[in-house]
């Protein structure tokens, strides 16, 4: 797990520095929304989704160097999307990985705004990757395609609704996994998708990497939920029993803790089970039990 551990670290430096590249500067006129927007991107965070698009790019052929781009584009997307599920008409709440949250910093308006910025500026960030040498135009094209939709109406957003209108009622089985196949499978599907279109992969291999995104993606918003009921506050970063406070709809309200661990366990075995067939597979077969036994 050590070496999982360092290609991890290594690729959050690679991907902080590149973030801090793509991300305009602070000091530029009207500095309060630059600012805001940093703020949020470097407030922490395990760059899960954007080491997902390098890793997987290089699982295909490709340096994960090169993707750079879409990974950094990915991770703005991700960091909107929590910006916005923090604001008071959202989940209200005052703090993201130990710290004050993007509205408590800067205001409601203002945080808005920053996610609002975060998002079209990824697709600006993403659009570079037409520019590095060994990688087609019209791939890019298709991961922009694709992360609009993933991230849009029939993707994350439809995920976030029905998360929503779903608060204080009881849903079934099927609505609590779209909810959240959609709401944080979804993005981390693509993230693997991108990669892997970016290095050329062929249809075959893109669909076994994004089945393989879905399971970890599900498995991930599991071990979310039992963390949320019981975590630890000082490693998690945010007051435990949020989703409790909110009312919301979680594995762990559905099927209590211990079924949920066992869906979990399940959905890592299938996750192992899509990889059989792939080379160099070592990083992805470590990381489904990295995930799986995660503390924050």
């Given at each position: ?18 973030l801090d590249k793509f991300l305009p500067d602070e000091n530029l006129y009207p500095s309060e ?23 997987s790019a290089e699982l295909f052929g490709l340096q994960k160097e090169k993707v750079l781009p ?227």
């Open positions: 797990m050590k070496e999982l551990e360092n290609e991890l670290y290594e690729c959050k430096i690679l991907v902080e520095r590149a929304i630059f600012k805001a927007m940093r703020y949020s991107v470097f407030a922490g965070g395990k760059r899960l989704r954007p080491i997902l698009v390098m890793k879409t990974a950094c584009g990915i991770e703005m997307i991700h960091t909107y999307s929590l910006i916005h599920d923090d604001l008071p008409c959202m989940d209200n709440d005052d703090f993201r990985r130990g710290k004050p949250t993007c509205h408590k910093m800067f205001g409601e308006a203002i945080a808005l705004l920053a996610g609002d910025a975060l998002l079209t500026h990824a697709f600006y960030v993403i659009a570079k990757n037409k520019d590095v040498e060994g990688i087609k135009e019209n791939a890019v094209l298709d991961v922009i395609a694709k992360i609009s939709k993933a991230s849009g109406p029939l993707g994350m957003v439809s995920g976030q609704v029905v998360d929503i209108l779903s608060e204080g009622i009881n849903i079934d089985e099927k609505t609590l996994y779209f909810m959240d196949v959609k709401k944080t499978a979804e993005l981390i599907k693509v993230s693997l998708w991108a990669g892997a279109r970016l290095a050329g992969a062929d249809e075959k291999d893109l669909i076994k990497i994004e089945t393989y995104g879905e399971k970890i993606g599900i498995m991930f918003q599991i071990i979310d939920d039992i963390l949320d009921t019981n975590g630890d506050e000082k490693i998690i970063g945010k007051p435990v029993g949020s989703d409790i406070k909110n009312d919301k709809n979680t594995f762990v309200k559905m099927f209590g803790i211990e079924q949920s661990k066992l869906l979990a366990n399940k959905l890592a075995k299938e996750a192992k089970e899509v990889l059989i067939e792939f080379k160099n597979k070592e990083f992805f077969m470590m990381l489904i039990d990295y995930l799986l036994n995660r503390s924050q």
